[in-house]
């Protein structure tokens, strides 16, 4: 779960760096935080294929997901889906 970990903390010093943040949309929906209902969030990639997510039963998606961390709450949203951008 190392790796887990350093991603986690990896998105904690990008928003302490205080990014606004951006909006993103998914399969065309605008992506909104499921805790507080905001939509700016700071892009991060996570490695889907460690031990941590083969100990999930994640072994089919073997691949990278899209982090999408809340800058107002801190929580953070997976997708496989690649976020795009909203203007
Ligand atoms: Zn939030």
Redesign the pocket.
């Known amino acids: 779960m190392k790796k887990l970990f350093n991603m986690l903390a990896a998105s904690a010093s990008a928003m302490a760096s205080g990014p606004d943040g951006d909006k993103f949309e998914v399969a065309g929906l605008p992506v909104r ?6 939509e700016l969030f700071v892009e991060g990639r996570a490695q889907l294929n460690t031990a941590g997510m083969s100990f999930l039963n994640l072994d089919w998606a073997n691949r990278s997901a899209a982090t999408l961390a ?6 953070i949203e997976w997708f496989l889906a690649d976020p795009e951008e909203r203007a």
């Open positions: 935080c499921a805790h507080c209902r905001g809340c800058v107002a709450c801190g929580r």
